[in-house]
């Protein structure tokens, strides 16, 4: 008797991961460098906390705002298309039959047994059927806001809380440097722990959003210290 082969596939995370992921980076690179620019052009620790924090909270409602509205966006293209899918199911079967089986057969499958195949997969679930092979809609693919939003606020939050933290503990002379180096090696872990969740191969994730993190608090750093100069 042989025993149920199960796969876990990893492309069922990628809808909570890719908003995990962008949240948590943004969350970082987002608030250090406001926080090292800051403290380019600040005299005291406190304006740099209260910038960061201000930052924090913005930061977090505004990633949960764009999610939101888009992820939304596209939750309502997938309705419409269901929608008429739907309804031309109802009004044209055979012609969706008919539409079902050359899917298959442009897949591959001979003409013959595309069609049986195409009726047996009707007479299941018709409306899974084309949603999924028609549409291209999956379970694992379809648009959720709610959790996009909310994923992306929480991680947004816990990611800025990183340089917060390294500004909080170090001397004030010291806070550029350190919430910088902090945050790029949290970067870099962020990387390597996304790309393995999501089964990528993870050098090449680790070291992109370690370059642009950093390209991000030198840039900001250097227009704080111009501003800070000049005021």
Not at 189 to 216: C, D, H, Y
């Amino acid at each position: 008797m042989h025993s149920l082969h199960r796969e876990n596939h990893l492309v069922e995370r990628i809808g909570w991961l890719r908003a995990a992921v962008l949240g948590a980076n943004d969350g970082i690179i987002s608030t250090a460098s406001l926080v090292v620019g800051v403290a380019a052009a600040a005299k005291s620790a406190d304006e740099v906390m209260v910038a960061g924090v201000a930052g924090l909270v913005a930061g977090a409602m505004s990633m949960a705002a764009g999610e939101y509205v888009s992820v939304s966006s596209q939750s309502d293209t997938e309705q419409a298309d269901m929608a008429r899918e739907r309804r031309e199911l109802t009004e044209q079967p055979e012609a969706e039959l008919d539409e079902l089986t050359q899917i298959y057969v442009y897949r591959g499958v001979e003409p013959g047994l595309a069609r049986q195949v195409a009726e047996q997969m009707t007479a299941r679930d018709a409306f899974a059927a084309h949603s999924r092979d028609e549409l291209g809609l999956a379970g694992h693919t379809i648009a959720r806001p709610v959790q996009a939003a909310l994923t992306s606020a929480a991680t947004f939050a816990v990611g800025a809380a990183v340089p917060l933290a390294i500004a909080v503990m170090v001397p004030a002379a010291l806070i550029s440097w350190a919430v910088s180096a902090g945050s790029l090696i949290c970067l870099g872990l962020l990387g390597a722990i996304g790309a393995r969740i999501g089964g990528a191969e993870v050098l090449k994730p680790t070291v992109r959003v370690t370059f642009w993190g950093a390209f991000a608090m030198a840039a900001t750093w250097a227009i704080g210290a111009l501003v800070g100069h000049a005021v």
